[in-house]
């Protein structure tokens, strides 16, 4: 049994227009002790997914588990379950930062002792101590994303939800982030459910990706294993440079296993695959045909980034998400 189970969960709402299909019918688990990256373009149902999970929405059909429990049938026991570091900060401007840690543990039901105990810890292991006594206003950024990280990834609780965790925050701030999350996830044992635009980031930290496009899911598995499925290319390189390079374009768009064509510079270009099992002779002959002398051709590997845009265009694969 995973920490996280959606099983056929439809979501709508309603617009000028009548009903919208935010999140159409998708069904996927999440494994405990694991960072699951949940990614799709702005509209495309991951923000909405993620609320359902977290008991916010309520879906229209389908059913969600969280640690077994019904997200429907007990969401206090639910909410008792799962910590969320939402994308804005949302520190209290009249409470310095050990106050507010500890306003955050009280408030998830600990002691007064228990929660400046852990207050404590959290501003040792997130490097707060010399900027316990601050407000808000005080902070930059990076310090505040800081604080709400500690406050989320030290609640003992068995599912985390980050949502764009390093917003704002500078490389070097950024990188020291992933590692606490990381150290947190190994320690704790938690499961972290996490949203970000940067790309790298979710190639860092997933385990598993889940990806998202119109309300349905479109690819899932570990960033390394989309990479294998999804970013197979070939780079063609030419003595004589291209000089229609349109034309190319359309006859090796007439392949079956060719998914796009793209110009790298004057004498080469970038062939995008579906497979790689068949197409390397029939884009060494359709390139020929186009009277270019093709001096080198060989298999490379897209990044995660690249992968993911093809992905989105291509549309779908496993099963499926808007909003």
């Given at each position: 049994?995973?920490?996280?189970?959606?099983?056929?969960?439809t979501?709508?709402?309603?617009?000028?227009?009548?009903?919208?299909?935010?999140?159409?019918?998708?069904?996927?688990?999440?494994?405990?002790?694991?960072?699951?990256?949940?990614?799709?373009?702005?509209?495309?149902?991951?923000?909405?997914t993620?609320?359902?999970?977290?008991?916010?929405y309520?879906?229209?059909?389908?059913r969600?588990?969280?640690?077994?429990?019904?997200?429907?049938?007990?969401?206090?026991?639910?909410?008792?379950?799962?910590?969320?570091?939402?994308?804005?900060?949302?520190?209290?401007?009249?409470?310095?930062?050990?106050?507010?840690?500890?306003?955050?543990?009280?408030?998830?039901?600990?002691?007064?002792?228990?929660?400046?105990?852990?207050c404590?810890?959290?501003?040792?292991?997130?490097?707060?101590?010399?900027?316990?006594?601050?407000?808000?206003?005080q902070?930059?950024?990076?310090?505040?994303?800081?604080?709400?990280?500690a406050?989320?990834?030290?609640?003992?609780?068995?599912?985390?939800?980050?949502?764009?965790?390093?917003?704002?925050?500078?490389?070097?701030?950024?990188r020291?982030?992933?590692?606490?999350?990381?150290?947190?996830?190994?320690?704790?044992?938690?499961?972290?459910?996490?949203?970000?635009?940067?790309?790298?980031?979710?190639?860092?930290l997933?385990d598993?990706?889940?990806?998202?496009?119109?309300?349905r899911?479109?690819?899932?598995?570990?960033?390394?294993?989309?990479?294998?499925?999804?970013?197979k290319?070939?780079?063609?390189?030419?003595?004589?440079?291209?000089?229609?390079?349109?034309?190319?374009?359309?006859?090796?768009?007439e392949?079956?296993?060719?998914?796009?064509?793209?110009?790298?510079?004057?004498?080469?270009?970038?062939?995008?695959?579906?497979?790689?099992?068949?197409?390397?002779?029939?884009?060494?002959?359709?390139?020929?045909?186009?009277?270019?002398?093709?001096?080198?051709?060989?298999?490379t590997?897209?990044?995660?980034?690249?992968?993911?845009?093809?992905?989105?265009?291509?549309?779908?694969?496993?099963?499926?998400?808007?909003?």
């Amino acid at each position: 049994m995973g920490i996280v189970e959606v099983m056929n969960v439809t979501k709508k709402f309603p617009s000028s227009n009548g009903e919208v299909v935010a999140v159409d019918n998708i069904s996927f688990k999440v494994k405990k002790g694991r960072v699951f990256g949940i990614l799709g373009p702005n509209g495309a149902g991951k923000t909405t997914t993620l609320r359902m999970i977290a008991t916010i929405y309520r879906p229209d059909s389908g059913r969600i588990l969280v640690d077994g429990i019904d997200v429907i049938e007990n969401p206090n026991q639910v909410r008792k379950r799962i910590a969320y570091m939402t994308q804005e900060p949302d520190l209290s401007p009249a409470l310095s930062v050990r106050d507010y840690i500890i306003y955050y543990f009280r408030f998830r039901g600990l002691s007064k002792r228990e929660a400046r105990q852990r207050c404590d810890y959290a501003l040792k292991t997130f490097n707060l101590k010399e900027h316990a006594y601050k407000k808000p206003f005080q902070l930059s950024t990076g310090l505040k994303r800081r604080i709400q990280l500690a406050c989320v990834l030290l609640s003992n609780t068995p599912l985390v939800f980050l949502d764009e965790p390093t917003a704002g925050i500078d490389p070097k701030s950024k990188r020291e982030t992933w590692k606490l999350i990381e150290e947190m996830v190994k320690e704790k044992g938690m499961t972290v459910l996490l949203t970000s635009h940067d790309l790298y980031e979710v190639e860092y930290l997933a385990d598993e990706v889940l990806i998202i496009n119109r309300g349905r899911i479109v690819a899932q598995g570990a960033p390394s294993e989309l990479k294998e499925r999804f970013g197979k290319t070939l780079r063609v390189v030419t003595r004589n440079p291209i000089g229609d390079f349109e034309r190319l374009k359309r006859t090796l768009m007439e392949l079956e296993d060719v998914k796009g064509v793209n110009p790298i510079s004057a004498n080469s270009f970038e062939v995008q695959l579906s497979s790689l099992d068949n197409p390397l002779n029939e884009v060494l002959q359709a390139t020929i045909s186009q009277e270019l002398e093709v001096i080198e051709i060989f298999a490379t590997t897209l990044n995660f980034e690249d992968v993911y845009l093809n992905i989105i265009d291509v549309g779908g694969e496993v099963d499926g998400e808007t909003q």
